[in-house]
T-cell receptor
Framework: DVKVTQSSRYLVKRTGEKVFLECVQD?????MFWYRQDPGLGLRLIYF???????EKGDIPEGYSVSREKKERFSLILESASTNQTSMYLC???????????????FGDGTRLSIL | GDSVTQMEGPVTLSEEAFLTINCTYT??????LFWYVQYPGEGLQLLLK?????DKGSNKGFEATYRKETTSFHLEKGSVQVSDSAVYFC????????????FGQGTRLTINP
Protein backbone atom coordinates (compact mmCIF):
# COMPACT_ATOMS: atom_id res chain seq x y z
CA ASP A 1 0.00 0.00 0.00
CA VAL A 2 1.05 3.57 -0.66
CA LYS A 3 2.82 5.18 2.26
CA VAL A 4 3.95 8.70 3.04
CA THR A 5 5.47 8.98 6.51
CA GLN A 6 6.10 12.20 8.38
CA SER A 7 8.59 11.95 11.21
CA SER A 8 6.51 13.65 13.92
CA ARG A 9 2.79 14.06 14.59
CA TYR A 10 3.28 16.87 17.10
CA LEU A 11 6.22 19.21 17.58
CA VAL A 12 6.79 22.15 19.90
CA LYS A 13 9.69 24.53 19.26
CA ARG A 14 10.80 27.96 20.37
CA THR A 15 11.03 31.18 18.40
CA GLY A 16 14.34 31.46 16.57
CA GLU A 17 15.06 27.72 16.52
CA LYS A 18 15.95 25.92 13.30
CA VAL A 19 13.29 23.28 12.73
CA PHE A 20 13.44 20.21 10.51
CA LEU A 21 10.36 18.32 9.30
CA GLU A 22 11.05 15.04 7.57
CA CYS A 23 8.99 13.12 5.04
CA VAL A 24 9.61 9.73 3.44
CA GLN A 25 7.66 8.01 0.67
CA ASP A 26 7.94 4.41 -0.45
CA UNK A 27 6.32 4.69 -3.88
CA UNK A 28 9.32 5.81 -5.96
CA UNK A 29 7.45 9.02 -6.86
CA UNK A 30 9.31 11.77 -8.67
CA UNK A 31 7.34 14.64 -7.17
CA MET A 32 7.17 15.59 -3.51
CA PHE A 33 5.37 18.53 -1.92
CA TRP A 34 5.14 20.43 1.34
CA TYR A 35 1.88 22.22 2.25
CA ARG A 36 0.70 24.07 5.28
CA GLN A 37 -2.92 23.86 6.37
CA ASP A 38 -4.62 26.69 8.23
CA PRO A 39 -8.33 27.07 9.08
CA GLY A 40 -10.25 28.90 6.39
CA LEU A 41 -7.27 28.93 4.03
CA GLY A 42 -7.17 25.31 2.92
CA LEU A 43 -3.81 23.93 1.90
CA ARG A 44 -1.12 26.23 0.56
CA LEU A 45 1.95 24.98 -1.24
CA ILE A 46 5.26 25.92 0.33
CA TYR A 47 7.79 24.10 -1.88
CA PHE A 48 7.88 21.13 -4.18
CA UNK A 49 10.54 18.95 -5.73
CA UNK A 50 10.37 17.12 -9.05
CA UNK A 51 13.66 15.28 -8.75
CA UNK A 52 16.59 14.72 -6.43
CA UNK A 53 18.29 18.03 -5.59
CA UNK A 54 15.65 19.91 -7.61
CA UNK A 55 13.15 22.25 -5.98
CA GLU A 56 10.73 25.01 -6.85
CA LYS A 57 9.00 27.60 -4.74
CA GLY A 58 5.32 27.26 -4.14
CA ASP A 59 2.92 30.00 -3.14
CA ILE A 60 4.31 30.78 0.34
CA PRO A 61 8.05 29.92 0.46
CA GLU A 62 9.16 32.81 2.67
CA GLY A 63 10.84 31.63 5.87
CA TYR A 64 11.22 28.05 4.61
CA SER A 65 13.74 26.00 2.70
CA VAL A 66 13.80 22.37 1.56
CA SER A 67 16.24 19.59 0.90
CA ARG A 68 15.96 16.50 -1.28
CA GLU A 69 19.16 14.47 -1.26
CA LYS A 70 17.43 11.14 -1.94
CA LYS A 71 14.40 10.39 -4.05
CA GLU A 72 12.35 9.04 -1.16
CA ARG A 73 13.05 11.81 1.35
CA PHE A 74 11.97 15.47 1.35
CA SER A 75 12.79 17.76 4.26
CA LEU A 76 11.22 21.09 5.16
CA ILE A 77 13.40 23.51 7.11
CA LEU A 78 12.28 26.52 9.10
CA GLU A 79 15.46 28.57 9.19
CA SER A 80 14.44 30.67 12.21
CA ALA A 81 11.05 29.66 13.52
CA SER A 82 8.47 32.34 14.22
CA THR A 83 5.06 32.18 15.90
CA ASN A 84 3.26 32.76 12.58
CA GLN A 85 4.65 29.43 11.39
CA THR A 86 2.51 27.58 13.92
CA SER A 87 0.42 25.35 11.68
CA MET A 88 -0.32 21.86 10.39
CA TYR A 89 2.28 20.77 7.82
CA LEU A 90 1.42 18.11 5.25
CA CYS A 91 3.79 16.27 2.97
CA UNK A 92 2.62 14.65 -0.27
CA UNK A 93 4.10 12.71 -3.16
CA UNK A 94 2.95 11.93 -6.68
CA UNK A 95 3.97 10.77 -10.14
CA UNK A 96 4.91 13.24 -12.83
CA UNK A 97 4.74 13.65 -16.56
CA UNK A 98 2.26 12.48 -19.18
CA UNK A 99 -0.72 10.90 -17.50
CA UNK A 100 0.67 11.90 -14.11
CA UNK A 101 -1.75 14.79 -14.17
CA UNK A 102 -4.58 12.32 -13.78
CA UNK A 103 -3.11 10.72 -10.71
CA UNK A 104 -3.71 11.91 -7.16
CA UNK A 105 -1.13 13.00 -4.68
CA UNK A 106 -0.68 10.84 -1.60
CA PHE A 107 -0.50 12.56 1.76
CA GLY A 108 1.12 11.87 5.09
CA ASP A 109 -0.79 12.27 8.36
CA GLY A 110 0.64 15.72 9.01
CA THR A 111 2.82 17.38 11.64
CA ARG A 112 1.18 19.83 13.97
CA LEU A 113 3.89 22.36 14.76
CA SER A 114 3.63 24.89 17.56
CA ILE A 115 6.16 27.71 17.85
CA LEU A 116 6.24 29.30 21.29
CA GLY B 1 -3.87 31.97 -11.83
CA ASP B 2 -5.75 28.78 -11.12
CA SER B 3 -8.15 28.81 -8.18
CA VAL B 4 -10.82 26.73 -6.44
CA THR B 5 -13.78 28.07 -4.46
CA GLN B 6 -15.80 25.90 -2.10
CA MET B 7 -19.00 26.65 -0.27
CA GLU B 8 -18.54 28.14 3.16
CA GLY B 9 -18.74 25.83 6.13
CA PRO B 10 -19.28 24.42 8.56
CA VAL B 11 -22.14 22.24 7.35
CA THR B 12 -24.24 20.30 9.86
CA LEU B 13 -26.74 17.66 8.76
CA SER B 14 -28.75 14.85 10.28
CA GLU B 15 -28.00 11.26 9.44
CA GLU B 16 -29.57 10.09 6.13
CA ALA B 17 -29.86 13.66 4.81
CA PHE B 18 -28.84 14.60 1.27
CA LEU B 19 -25.48 16.31 0.96
CA THR B 20 -24.21 18.84 -1.57
CA ILE B 21 -20.90 20.69 -1.22
CA ASN B 22 -20.40 23.19 -4.01
CA CYS B 23 -17.08 23.62 -5.77
CA THR B 24 -16.23 25.90 -8.69
CA TYR B 25 -12.88 26.48 -10.32
CA THR B 26 -10.92 28.82 -12.54
CA UNK B 27 -8.20 27.28 -14.64
CA UNK B 28 -6.47 27.33 -17.99
CA UNK B 29 -7.31 24.42 -20.23
CA UNK B 30 -8.70 21.17 -18.87
CA UNK B 31 -7.40 20.40 -15.38
CA UNK B 32 -8.04 17.17 -13.51
CA LEU B 33 -10.41 17.62 -10.56
CA PHE B 34 -10.32 15.90 -7.19
CA TRP B 35 -12.19 15.66 -3.92
CA TYR B 36 -10.08 14.83 -0.88
CA VAL B 37 -11.36 14.02 2.62
CA GLN B 38 -9.60 14.58 5.92
CA TYR B 39 -10.87 12.64 8.93
CA PRO B 40 -10.01 13.97 12.39
CA GLY B 41 -6.31 13.62 13.21
CA GLU B 42 -5.40 12.28 9.79
CA GLY B 43 -3.93 13.46 6.51
CA LEU B 44 -5.85 13.88 3.29
CA GLN B 45 -7.21 10.88 1.42
CA LEU B 46 -8.41 10.88 -2.16
CA LEU B 47 -12.18 10.48 -2.26
CA LEU B 48 -12.82 10.67 -6.01
CA LYS B 49 -11.53 12.26 -9.19
CA UNK B 50 -12.53 13.22 -12.75
CA UNK B 51 -10.11 13.94 -15.55
CA UNK B 52 -12.24 15.31 -18.40
CA UNK B 53 -15.50 17.10 -19.04
CA UNK B 54 -18.68 15.13 -18.16
CA ASP B 55 -16.69 12.49 -16.26
CA LYS B 56 -18.37 11.36 -13.05
CA GLY B 57 -16.19 10.32 -10.15
CA SER B 58 -17.71 8.15 -7.44
CA ASN B 59 -16.63 6.39 -4.26
CA LYS B 60 -18.24 5.36 -0.94
CA GLY B 61 -21.63 6.70 -2.12
CA PHE B 62 -20.21 10.12 -3.01
CA GLU B 63 -20.39 11.46 -6.56
CA ALA B 64 -19.19 14.51 -8.46
CA THR B 65 -19.49 15.41 -12.15
CA TYR B 66 -16.94 17.49 -14.06
CA ARG B 67 -19.01 20.31 -15.61
CA LYS B 68 -16.93 22.32 -18.05
CA GLU B 69 -19.76 24.69 -18.99
CA THR B 70 -20.27 25.81 -15.39
CA THR B 71 -16.67 25.13 -14.24
CA SER B 72 -18.04 23.14 -11.33
CA PHE B 73 -17.38 19.86 -9.52
CA HIS B 74 -20.03 19.65 -6.80
CA LEU B 75 -19.86 16.78 -4.31
CA GLU B 76 -23.09 14.90 -3.54
CA LYS B 77 -24.22 11.99 -1.41
CA GLY B 78 -27.76 10.73 -1.16
CA SER B 79 -27.75 9.61 2.47
CA VAL B 80 -24.97 10.68 4.82
CA GLN B 81 -23.74 8.79 7.86
CA VAL B 82 -22.13 9.92 11.10
CA SER B 83 -18.87 8.41 9.82
CA ASP B 84 -18.86 10.94 6.95
CA SER B 85 -18.05 13.72 9.40
CA ALA B 86 -14.78 15.20 8.14
CA VAL B 87 -13.28 18.12 6.24
CA TYR B 88 -13.71 17.95 2.46
CA PHE B 89 -11.36 19.65 0.00
CA CYS B 90 -11.96 20.27 -3.67
CA UNK B 91 -8.78 20.52 -5.73
CA UNK B 92 -7.59 20.85 -9.29
CA UNK B 93 -4.38 19.68 -10.86
CA UNK B 94 -3.10 22.20 -13.32
CA UNK B 95 -1.81 21.25 -16.74
CA UNK B 96 1.02 23.69 -16.12
CA UNK B 97 3.72 24.06 -13.52
CA UNK B 98 4.73 20.52 -12.51
CA UNK B 99 1.14 19.49 -12.05
CA UNK B 100 0.78 20.84 -8.53
CA UNK B 101 -2.58 20.75 -6.76
CA UNK B 102 -4.59 23.89 -6.08
CA PHE B 103 -7.01 23.47 -3.15
CA GLY B 104 -10.20 25.11 -2.03
CA GLN B 105 -10.43 26.28 1.55
CA GLY B 106 -12.12 23.12 2.79
CA THR B 107 -15.64 22.47 4.12
CA ARG B 108 -16.13 20.96 7.56
CA LEU B 109 -19.05 18.53 7.62
CA THR B 110 -20.68 17.29 10.83
CA ILE B 111 -23.35 14.60 10.75
CA ASN B 112 -25.56 14.24 13.81
CA PRO B 113 -27.25 10.91 14.65
Amino acid sequence: DVKVTQSSRYLVKRTGEKVFLECVQDMDHENMFWYRQDPGLGLRLIYFSYDVKMKEKGDIPEGYSVSREKKERFSLILESASTNQTSMYLCASGVSGGTGGNQPQHFGDGTRLSIL
Amino acid sequence: GDSVTQMEGPVTLSEEAFLTINCTYTATGYPSLFWYVQYPGEGLQLLLKATKADDKGSNKGFEATYRKETTSFHLEKGSVQVSDSAVYFCALRSIQGAQKLVFGQGTRLTINP
